[in-house]
């Protein structure tokens, strides 16, 4: 997606207590013949390390996710970055015992498992129910240079920020905010509002991309946002790679923010 963001602001460490738990996590994938099993066992263990942390923070794969993962090309990918993308706002410091067997499945497919204990890390506090906003795009499938808005419906006044991650970009391109910006410098809402705002769509757009650099079979890719409210303002840098941002998310107690994720999917346009 392109945006005109470009100011750039230093990171503020929160200090916040971090709670850790010692959890038995388990992940499985399922391969065919010409994937390589190492590859295979990656994905298991990731899948394994969103379950260690899923179990100390509740964080679960969305209905809505499932769904596009399943009407999208490249169903497989979809999925392992949905998976990825449900570890933001939680750590694991460190795992044991881990046992990683692979196993002959039906038609020629076979199944690695990965299983450890993880010892994960959370933000302390809990959710504030009231502390709420509701996130909704103008579409979750949108074509090459298409428009996309995004309409914040806040429980109450709170600073909001909005954050994509692009799952193909590799280091601090990774995570880049698109709101707000020098454009669109609203920082705290009090009442529904529309990202781009009417002041700032009229010196700027959001439109998605599809990025280059992929292979000609994909049609489709996914990315996401994030919508990070808090009670009082953080400040964020422009960019982060997605380990030092979800270093970051955790360290916000969970009484003081609210993390809203959503997925959309971009359709290669014709050539």
């Given at each position: 997606?392109?945006?005109?963001?470009v100011?750039?602001l230093?990171?503020?460490a929160?200090?916040?207590?971090?709670?850790?738990?010692?959890?038995?996590a388990?992940?499985?994938?399922?391969f065919?013949?010409?994937?390589?099993?190492?590859?295979?066992c990656?994905?298991?263990?990731?899948?394994a390390?969103?379950?260690a942390?899923r179990?100390?923070?509740?964080?679960?794969?969305?209905a809505?996710?499932?769904m596009?993962?399943s009407?999208?090309g490249?169903?497989?990918?979809?999925?392992?970055n949905?998976?990825?993308?449900?570890?933001?706002?939680?750590?694991?410091?460190?795992?044991?015992?881990?046992?990683?067997?692979?196993?002959?499945?039906?038609e020629?497919?076979?199944?690695?498992?990965?299983?450890?204990e993880?010892?994960?890390?959370?933000?302390?506090g809990q959710?504030?129910?009231n502390f709420t906003?509701?996130?909704?795009l103008?579409n979750t499938?949108?074509?090459?240079?298409?428009?996309?808005?995004?309409?914040?419906?806040?429980s109450?006044p709170?600073?909001?920020?909005?954050f994509q991650?692009?799952?193909?970009?590799q280091?601090?391109?990774?995570?880049?905010?698109?709101?707000?910006?020098r454009?669109d410098?609203?920082?705290?809402?009090?009442?529904?509002?529309t990202?781009?705002?009417?002041?700032?769509?009229?010196?700027y757009?959001?439109?998605?991309?599809f990025?280059t650099?992929?292979?000609?079979?994909?049609?489709?890719?996914?990315?996401?946002?994030?919508v990070?409210?808090?009670?009082?303002p953080?400040?964020?840098?422009?960019s982060?790679?997605?380990?030092?941002?979800?270093r970051?998310?955790?360290?916000i107690?969970q009484?003081?923010?609210?993390?809203?994720r959503?997925?959309?999917a971009i359709?290669?346009?014709?050539?």
């Open positions: 997606m392109r945006a005109a963001t100011a750039l230093s990171l503020l929160l200090p916040a207590a971090a709670s850790a738990e010692w959890v038995r388990s992940g499985s994938y399922m065919p013949p010409v994937m390589p099993e190492a590859e295979a990656q994905q298991a263990e990731e899948r390390r969103a379950d942390i179990q100390v923070s509740g964080e679960t794969l969305s809505e996710d499932v596009r993962c009407e999208q490249d169903e497989a990918e979809c999925a392992r949905s998976t990825v993308w449900t570890m933001v706002g939680g750590e694991i410091g460190a795992t044991r015992d881990k046992t990683v067997s692979s196993t002959d499945e039906a020629g497919f076979r199944k690695c498992t990965v299983s450890f993880a010892d994960v890390h959370v933000a302390a959710p504030d129910p906003i509701g996130v909704d103008n499938v949108l074509r090459d240079g298409e428009a996309l808005t995004v309409t914040l419906k806040p109450q709170m600073a909001v920020q909005i991650w692009l799952p193909y970009e280091g601090d391109a990774q995570v880049t905010r698109l709101f707000p910006n454009f410098s609203l920082a705290r809402i009090e009442r529904p509002i990202v781009p705002t009417e002041a700032g769509a009229k010196l757009d959001l439109k998605v991309a990025p650099g992929q292979a000609p079979r994909r049609k489709m890719v996914d990315e996401y946002l994030m990070v409210a808090t009670r009082t953080v400040v964020f840098r422009d982060y790679s997605l380990d030092d941002f979800n970051l998310i955790a360290e107690p009484n003081d923010r609210r993390i809203v959503k997925a959309y359709v290669r346009g014709n050539e």
